[in-house]
């Protein structure tokens, strides 16, 4: 009997369709070629949802992603909605997607492609191979903790921020890393400013306990996060799943992210807690942006949001070989010297989105009858 799948797609603003379209065009030949149905809906959202709804995440909207397998997100934002309210711009949405959501746990992986080393400004023989999985705390650490705000006081201002973590928000992160670093290498990094950060001392202590309670298999490395910043453009390789708070994820991870080179080659995922059946809600999306100055011109790169499906394919829809297969493909056409505009290099070919999704699909094809 076929197996349903529910994804709901979100393609946002700019080339956020741009790039989806592409995907599309893959689920619909898995669903073709496997005993799976993977059933689409789609919905407007960030500025598209602010012109169709008054709102950047119409309640409905929210509605269908708490019942979908898992939500494909294309990209928010851009000049026509910068003059909004900030309440309602595409970005308000998109937090408040993830918060309803409770997406505490985003993964944004580092690879490197072979094909495309030159585009890194580290030396080839540093970054070949990598392969680094960033497991950021999404939900809480100083973008959330209060007190927060500016105070004037005796003709001076004061800003305030506040990091602070509960034990069980550094338990699930630290879980799902854990979790995932069994599957890869079995080697985790934690990183903290156990030192100098009172939060530091606590999510140390966390992380140690769980896993000598449930992950003794797991090898784990506490680290700064100054000494990580560091390590991640001399020795890059030495990473294999690290896992850390929301504001040092958010910095590490774009660096991480740039030691590849290439902003349309990077996805992300971000996982909620397990149900009762162990089924997480999940947003997949691409890190960039909506990329304003190149939207209609059908040269945007798709290969983010592509790789953003296979991370689908693997954590939320139980389709692992598939994701693999996609991964793999992704490789093969890059191997070809296939490249759209921002990757392109002397010698390759330049392709359009569309012409990008064409040599994806025929080089998946023949993958999967060899
Ligand atoms: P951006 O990522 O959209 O673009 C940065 C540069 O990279 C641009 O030159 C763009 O053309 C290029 N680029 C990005 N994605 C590409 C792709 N797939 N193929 C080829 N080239 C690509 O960042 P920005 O310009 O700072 O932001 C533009 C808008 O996107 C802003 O409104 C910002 O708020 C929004 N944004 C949204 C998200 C999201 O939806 N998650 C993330 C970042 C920025």
Known sequence: MAVNRKILILPGDYIGPEVVDQVRRVIDWLSDVRSVTLEVEDDYFGGAAVEAYGEPLADKTLDKAKTADAVLMGAVGGPKFDHLPRDIRPEAGLLKLRKKLDLFANL????????????????????????????RELTSGIYFGEPRGIEGK????????????????IYRVAEVAFELAREREGILHSVDKENVMATGILWRDVVTNLQRDRYSDVELRHLY??????????????FDVIVTDN???????????????????LPSASLGAPDSN?????????????????????????????LSFS????????????GLLVERAVCAVLDDGMRTADITEPGATELSTDAMGDALLEKLMRMSEA
Do not use: W
């Open 108 to 135: 944004r992986p580092a690879m490197t492609f072979d094909a495309l080393l030159g585009a890194s400004s580290l030396k080839s023989e540093v970054i070949k191979g990598l392969d680094i999985l960033i497991v």
């Open 154 to 169: 005796e003709n001076e201002r004061i800003a305030i921020d506040t990091q602070r973590y509960r034990e069980n928000e």
């Open 225 to 238: 996060v100054d000494n990580c910043a560091m390590q991640l453009v001399r020795e890059p390789k030495q």
């Open 247 to 265: 504001m040092f994820g958010d910095i590490l991870s774009d660096c991480a992210s740039m030691v590849t080179g290439s902003l349309g080659m």
């Open 278 to 306: 162990g089924r997480r809600l999940a947003l997949y999306e691409p890190v960039h942006g909506s990329a304003p100055d190149i939207a209609g011109l059908n040269i945007a790169n798709p290969l983010a949001a592509i």
């Open 311 to 322: 991370m689908m394919l693997k954590h939320s829809l139980d389709m692992v070989e598939d």
